[in-house]
């Protein structure tokens, strides 16, 4: 089997794949990040300390892992500057275990302002972006207009793009919308931040392939989730990338058949920040308790998270489209207080069950959810570590969801520690693949 898996969030973000890539990190040599930028906060707790990282994998946190973020994503030098400086504050060395791909675009600081006007614009209509810059910079790279990390390694070249980029964007704005010009003023101070990231650029996929070659292990870090997705995800109220495990491969440039195994992580429930449909969503003292209990406010904003119940049709939806090897359940003890536990387990259109998750939003906004209840546990199982430990009705409930979504269970996280953690013994995935490389 291929030494590779990819881990991927299965909802719309948010489900704990920090947590997850942390503790299953020990079994690798690298972790690569293959998409999005500064806009996804990874939470971990580790030795006691609890780090928030955007951009740098979270495997940094282990001193015999590699850490390296891929061409797939999107990097302000001012965000990695200072998400360097809080981990090594933190006690974290460095050194030479971050790798940086030579291909990765840059985030400049009319990202930032472009997108906070794109969003003020919308009015009513918001996607609910962080305004971190990140989708105005994919806009470049598919426009072909972008700046890479590469560039950096030439100073005078990179100005000159530079003056060649804002030239084009002020011809455009002033036919277009009349508005102030863009100057370059920054150039010189953005440069003098992104000095050091010069150091750790690499082709990363050459690395990548020749450590797969020397049978080294990788783990694919991903951000976001699946049903956020710039193709497959609930458009437009989506990320700017390949947030799906596909994105593993175009993300760093590995080969689809390199890849061994693809694990979906998802909360027990389920949240969402920003705008676009959200079948399952709970409202009043309902979703007010879920958000109580489970901290549910997002890592880099702040923003409260919409919440609700675990959606059986989108899961199944993003195991068809990262073809799941198993599934990660976190956040179990968020429902330990519940009697009872509403599950969405089919949509109805016009009074008919749909049997695919719909591409338009009208309809998905539309659709009538058939809940299964059922029965609460009542006790707690906060940071139990053995799965016959779970009371009871805590496992017939995770059986439910695995045979209603079709992919088998591996681990059930119950706290933010990396022991915090259950893993199921019979699962394949733990005594085909982890298991034989512990």
Same mark, same amino acid.
């Given at each position: 089997?291929?030494?590779?898996?990819?881990?991927?969030? !299965?909802?719309?973000?948010? &489900?704990?794949?920090?947590? !997850? !890539?942390?503790?299953?990190?020990?079994?690798?040599?690298?972790?690569?990040?293959?998409?999005?930028?500064?806009?996804?906060?990874? =939470?971990?707790?580790?030795?006691?300390?609890?780090?928030?990282?955007?951009?740098?994998?979270?495997?940094?946190?282990?001193?015999?892992?590699?850490?390296?973020?891929?061409?797939?994503?999107?990097?302000?030098?001012?965000?990695?500057?200072?998400?360097?400086?809080?981990?090594?504050?933190?006690?974290?060395?460095?050194?030479?275990?971050? #790798?940086?791909?030579? %291909?990765?675009?840059?985030?400049?600081?009319?990202?930032?302002? /472009?997108?906070?006007?794109?969003?003020?614009?919308?009015?009513?209509?918001?996607?609910?972006?962080?305004?971190?810059?990140?989708?105005?910079?994919?806009?470049?790279?598919?426009?072909?207009?972008?700046? @890479?990390?590469?560039?950096?390694?030439?100073?005078? %070249?990179?100005?000159?793009?530079?003056?060649?980029? #804002? &030239?084009?964007?002020?011809?455009?704005?002033?036919?277009?919308? *009349?508005?102030?010009?863009?100057?370059?003023?920054?150039?010189?101070?953005?440069?003098?931040?992104?000095? %050091?990231?010069?150091?750790?650029?690499?082709?990363?996929?050459?690395?990548?392939?020749?450590?797969?070659?020397?049978?080294?292990?990788?783990?694919?870090?991903?951000?976001?989730?699946?049903?956020?997705?710039?193709? /497959?995800? =609930?458009?437009?109220?989506?990320?700017?990338?390949? +947030?799906?495990?596909?994105? $593993?491969?175009?993300?760093?440039?590995?080969?689809?058949?390199?890849?061994?195994?693809?694990?979906?992580?998802?909360?027990?429930?389920?949240?969402?920040?920003?705008?676009?449909?959200?079948?399952?969503?709970? *409202?009043?003292?309902?979703?007010?308790?879920?958000?109580?209990?489970?901290?549910?406010?997002? +890592?880099?904003?702040? %923003?409260?998270? @919409?919440?609700?119940?675990?959606?059986?049709? $989108?899961?199944?939806?993003?195991?068809?489209?990262?073809?799941?090897?198993?599934?990660?359940?976190?956040?179990?003890?968020?429902?330990?207080? #519940?009697?009872?536990?509403?599950?969405?387990?089919?949509?109805?259109?016009?009074?008919?069950?749909?049997?695919?998750?719909? $591409?338009?939003?009208?309809?998905?906004?539309?659709?009538?959810? /058939?809940?299964?209840?059922?029965?609460?546990?009542?006790?707690?199982?906060?940071?139990?570590?053995?799965?016959?430990?779970?009371?009871?009705?805590?496992?017939?409930?995770?059986?439910?969801?695995?045979?209603?979504?079709? !992919?088998?269970?591996?681990?059930?996280?119950?706290?933010?520690?990396?022991?915090?953690?259950?893993?199921?013994?019979?699962?394949?995935?733990?005594?085909?693949? #982890?298991?034989?490389?512990?």
């Amino acid at each position: 089997m291929a030494n590779s898996v990819v881990v991927v969030g !299965v909802q719309w973000g948010d &489900e704990g794949k920090g947590k !997850v !890539v942390d503790a299953l990190a020990e079994h690798f040599d690298i972790v690569a990040r293959y998409q999005g930028g500064a806009n996804a906060g990874h =939470t971990v707790v580790a030795n006691g300390r609890k780090f928030v990282l955007q951009l740098i994998p979270t495997g940094i946190l282990r001193p015999s892992v590699t850490a390296v973020i891929g061409n797939g994503v999107v990097i302000d030098p001012h965000a990695l500057a200072e998400e360097l400086e809080a981990i090594q504050a933190g006690g974290v060395e460095i050194g030479r275990r971050l #790798l940086i791909s030579d %291909r990765a675009h840059l985030i400049l600081p009319y990202h930032r302002s /472009h997108e906070v006007a794109a969003e003020a614009a919308r009015g009513g209509a918001k996607i609910g972006t962080t305004s971190k810059g990140i989708g105005p910079s994919y806009e470049d790279k598919a426009g072909r207009r972008g700046l @890479r990390t590469g560039d950096l390694r030439d100073p005078q %070249r990179f100005r000159q793009k530079c003056h060649e980029v #804002l &030239e084009e964007k002020n011809r455009l704005a002033s036919a277009l919308f *009349s508005s102030a010009r863009l100057d370059g003023r920054w150039v010189d101070e953005y440069l003098a931040v992104a000095e %050091r990231m010069v150091p750790h650029l690499v082709d990363v996929s050459a690395c990548l392939n020749r450590a797969l070659d020397e049978d080294k292990r990788v783990l694919f870090e991903g951000a976001q989730g699946a049903l956020l997705d710039i193709d /497959h995800g =609930t458009y437009p109220f989506v990320t700017s990338s390949n +947030a799906t495990a596909g994105g $593993a491969c175009t993300g760093t440039g590995v080969g689809p058949t390199r890849i061994g195994a693809v694990i979906g992580v998802s909360k027990a429930y389920a949240t969402r920040v920003g705008s676009g449909p959200f079948p399952t969503e709970a *409202s009043g003292p309902e979703a007010e308790k879920l958000r109580e209990r489970g901290a549910e406010y997002g +890592a880099v904003t702040g %923003r409260p998270r @919409r919440c609700g119940w675990f959606d059986v049709p $989108a899961a199944r939806y993003s195991a068809r489209l990262n073809n799941l090897t198993s599934l990660i359940i976190t956040k179990l003890d968020v429902l330990d207080h #519940l009697a009872e536990i509403p599950v969405g387990v089919e949509y109805r259109l016009d009074g008919r069950p749909l049997q695919d998750f719909p $591409a338009e939003n009208e309809a998905l906004a539309r659709v009538e959810v /058939h809940y299964q209840t059922l029965p609460g546990w009542q006790q707690s199982t906060f940071g139990l570590t053995r799965f016959e430990h779970l009371p009871q009705n805590a496992r017939h409930y995770l059986r439910f969801l695995s045979e209603q979504v079709g !992919v088998e269970i591996a681990m059930i996280s119950t706290g933010p520690e990396r022991e915090q953690s259950v893993w199921c013994e019979q699962s394949r995935f733990r005594q085909q693949w #982890l298991a034989a490389r512990v």
